[in-house]
């Protein structure tokens, strides 16, 4: 703003300057012996030609570098973290060719920016992805198998172990055990194999379970429509925004009660993660609660991430995802009410 101000300033200055230096200058090579002290009539008449011609400059002036204004003030206003809302939130300034040019330019610039985050962030994902894949494939096949092993060898040992020995075997088989339910659950977190058997419903449904059943938190799961026709990607980003809210209502915030929605609305689906946790501020939003990682992958499908959190109130996490035409006609903010006033962070 500082700089517009400036620049609009000195183009106004100079031009006063010439436009005064120039009535001057015509009033004294039309008549040389002009005395303003004597004639004050025609002092006036000057005086109101050069106002005239000053005011008249300062509104051309003004014009002129108002459609330029407006562009300063997008490009101010441009969020590169929503490239999508940058682009639709863009209106035609209008005026002088030059600044007609300019903006098409920067329109242009945040398309091939969106384009390439999303290229970028896409490519970043299915790595990602393929990794989590190929580490729930190792744990699987080779760390579980080397569990089971470890339990047969356990069995014969005991069957010729000493009495005295029997009970630390047992103790040792309880704990191989434990340690393949874990394995085996984090393999299942890794690659949700639920989410390509079974559909979206009811891989969150079974995550939802999952909590409950290991957590002991009371974990409540509503689903309303059909999620059959939702592309393979936009299913994954819900899988993976619900099972890191589901992560951080367990880990973090310590929430006795935690309730999820998905619902199919009028092209798009909505899913929100409700808790009575602790909360967070703004200040700890980025501190191991994984909410970029969120951003980014509703980003990836077009998808839009609000989370709404306050210090002993808890936090609610809203995904509305961008689809074809549903079969419900609801807004998206009506979806799940379950932590009320908090202070809201939109993504």
Do not use: C, W
Not at 14 to 26: E, F, G, K, Q
Not at 205 to 216: I, M, P, Q, S, Y
Not at 239 to 244: G, L, M, W
């Amino acid at each position: 703003m500082r700089h517009r101000r400036t620049l609009l300033t000195q183009v106004l200055v100079v031009n006063l300057l010439l436009v005064v230096a120039a009535v001057i200058a015509a009033s004294l090579a039309t008549n040389p012996e002009i005395d303003l002290a004597e004639n004050p009539a025609q002092g006036m008449v000057l005086g109101l030609a050069v106002s005239l011609t000053v005011l008249v400059n300062v509104f051309l002036l003004q014009r002129r570098f108002r459609p330029l204004e407006r562009l300063v003030d997008q490009m101010e206003r441009a969020d590169l973290s929503r490239p999508g809302a940058n682009l639709r939130d863009h209106e035609d300034v209008g005026g002088p060719e030059e600044v007609v040019r300019l903006q098409t330019t920067f329109r242009r610039m945040l398309e091939r920016l969106e384009a390439e985050r999303r290229r970028a962030s896409s490519a970043a994902l299915a790595a990602q992805e393929e990794e989590r894949a190929r580490v729930a494939r190792d744990l699987h096949d080779e760390v579980n198998q080397s569990l089971t092993g470890l339990l047969l060898r356990l069995e014969a040992v005991r069957e010729h172990a000493p009495p005295e020995l029997a009970a630390e075997i047992a103790e040792t088989k309880r704990l191989a055990n434990a340690a393949m339910e874990e394995l085996l659950t984090l393999a299942r977190q890794l690659r949700p194999t639920a989410l390509d058997d079974l559909g979206l419903k009811a891989a969150v449904a079974g995550t939802v379970d999952e909590l409950a059943r290991r957590t002991g938190v009371n974990a409540t799961f509503e689903g309303e429509g059909s999620f059959q026709d939702v592309p393979a990607d936009a299913q994954l980003v819900v899988y993976r925004v619900a099972q890191e809210a589901l992560t951080n209502a367990q880990r973090h915030a310590d929430a006795e009660h935690v309730r999820v929605e998905l619902k199919r609305l009028d092209g798009a689906i909505a899913l929100t993660v409700s808790d009575d946790g602790r909360g967070f501020t703004f200040d700890q939003a980025d501190k191991g609660l994984g909410i970029g990682g969120m951003r980014e992958r509703a980003l990836l499908v077009g998808g839009e991430l609000r989370i709404e959190s306050r210090p002993g109130v808890g936090t609610r996490v809203l995904l509305i995802v961008p689809i074809g035409n549903g079969d419900d006609q609801r807004d998206p903010d009506t979806t799940g009410n379950a932590v009320p006033q908090h202070a809201g962070e939109g993504a």
